[in-house]
Nanobody, 124 residues
Framework: VQLQASGGGLVQAGGSLKLSCARS????????TAWFRQAPGKEREFVAA????????RYADSVKGRFTISRDNAKNTVSLQMNSLKPEDTAVYYC??????????????????WGQGTQVTVSS
């Protein structure tokens, strides 16, 4: 499975960005896809996750109400719509896929495949 993240950039606080994760390869083996982020000097943290069926969606408390994760089965992509961005959202954002159906979707160790990351910078 290969993952390609895109859509990052520079935006002012209060603005919006939409990230996209293009999936290829044996994606039928994956159960869910998630977004994580890592800011300079900080550990990688969970942002949002969605099962490929779309039946289960989870968000980190810090992004609830502002970010929306979705998937497009036909295009084999997972998107992250980010609204009302804050400077503290600045980070490299990674998409990841797992073959595990565990409910612990916020654990990065659960994920088998990772994309290369896309930089999101929110200016104040």
């Amino acid at each position: 499975v290969q993952l390609q993240a895109s859509g990052g950039g520079l935006v002012q606080a209060g603005g919006s960005l939409k990230l996209s994760c293009a999936r290829s390869g044996r994606t039928s083996s994956t159960y869910g896809t998630a977004w994580f982020r890592q800011a300079p000097g900080k550990e990688r943290e969970f942002v949002a996750a969605i099962t490929w069926s779309g039946g289960s969606i989870r968000y980190a408390d810090s992004v609830k109400g502002r970010f929306t994760i979705s998937r497009d089965n036909a295009k084999n992509t997972v998107s992250l719509q980010m609204n009302s961005l804050k400077p503290e959202d600045t980070a490299v954002y990674y998409c990841a896929a797992t073959t595990d159906s565990s409910s612990y979707v916020y654990l990065s160790a659960l994920y088998d495949y990772w994309g290369q990351g896309t930089q999101v910078t929110v200016s104040s």
